[in-house]
């Protein structure tokens, strides 16, 4: 493999339904950054079916050029097209860089991608750059051995180096209407026989009840430190008073406490709100991987040593029990 013959960060804009999911918008913003430190352009890869009005959403987030790929094989996500289509690409601009958003549909064609292509594949990656040195490697970083250490992974000898990356970890750039880029039609000879052997025989999409803890500019977020149903009822009362969001660390997930979809960490989800109010959470680094690139972190311990102290910018050591609801009354005070 002559490595040289590969160029330019390629990202896949996941879209659904004709929406662009914030993660493409994302890795774009992160996309731009990889490829001026190398002189190189920011490719977007748009699948679907009638999706090319979204071309310009790309260009003015970031992306140089979009290689929209319309079909009707596209307009469902299914595993074997979507393969196939980014495979052709791969195989014919050869990318030195390829990110994912480490959504559902990211899962799982990230690795039939690299396998076809025979390189690797660094999965939930918090953290991407460009080393300074002459090499100018690139650097992939994410949690190990349970989150108890960082590691920073190469594919010297492979391309594309590719990374998926999950929601709200990296940040998008402000759309820029003035920016100019080249869209291109980009016809792909599906192997229909293989594609034929699986069907999708029917969508069923679930209604959405409770809001989304990525999406939450204010978090009042609790851990075994809030115990019990009746004390994230305080965090909740908080979180209304504050027109936030309640979220929760692993533990309160795993005691039956709070739902998997408020579990912010590692294992849970990603969030970078603008107040991220720590209730009784200790700060371990597989809750810290999900929380710390908030704009504003406060937290409330009784350990005056707990980790989360770390990485706030506002500590108050004590009985969250105790403080939690002053802070409630205070601000249901303020606003009367």
């Known amino acids: 493999m002559n490595l040289t013959e590969y160029k330019d960060v390629y990202v896949f804009a996941e879209q659904r339904d004709g929406k662009l999911q914030n993660v493409a918008l994302e890795l774009l913003g992160k996309a731009r950054e990889l490829a001026d430190a190398n002189q190189e352009k920011v490719v977007a890869m748009l699948l679907g079916k009638d999706v090319k009005p979204l071309a310009q959403t790309l260009i003015e987030h970031g992306a140089d050029r979009v290689l929209v790929v319309d079909h009707d094989l596209l307009k469902d996500y299914m595993t074997e097209p979507y393969t196939e289509a980014i495979t052709a690409i791969t195989t014919e601009f050869k990318p030195s860089i390829m990110l994912i958003g480490a959504t559902t549909i990211g899962r799982d064609l990230g690795p039939r991608v690299s396998a076809r292509n025979r390189t690797g594949l660094t999965a939930d990656a918090t953290k991407l750059e460009i080393s300074d040195d002459e090499a100018h490697e690139f650097r992939m970083t994410r949690p190990a051995f349970g989150g108890n250490l960082m590691a920073t992974i190469l594919c010297k000898n492979h391309r594309p180096q590719m990374s998926t990356v999950r929601p709200g970890v990296m940040q998008k750039m402000a759309a820029d209407a003035s920016r100019k880029g080249e869209v291109v039609d980009y016809k792909v000879d599906f192997d229909v026989k293989k594609i034929s052997r699986v069907k999708l025989v029917k969508t069923v999409k679930e209604e959405k009840t409770v809001a989304d803890i ?27 008073e504050l027109g936030g969001e309640v979220s929760s660390s692993r533990a309160m997930v795993d005691a039956g ?5 408020r579990q912010v960490g590692q294992t849970g989800k990603t969030v970078r709100p603008n107040l991220y109010l720590a209730c009784g959470i200790s700060g371990a680094i597989q809750h810290l991987a999900g929380m710390e690139e908030s704009e504003l972190i406060v937290a409330i311990n009784k350990d005056k040593f707990a980790p989360i102290f770390s990485v706030a910018d506002l500590g108050i050591v004590g009985d969250l029990h105790k403080i939690v609801p002053m802070l409630t009354e205070r601000l249901r005070t303020m606003q009367r």
């Open 214 to 240: 990525s999406e939450a500019k204010i978090l009042v977020s609790g851990g075994r430190g809030v115990g019990t149903k009746d004390g994230f009822a305080k965090l909740e009362a908080l979180a209304k």
């Open 257 to 261: 406490v709070m739902d998997q979809s």
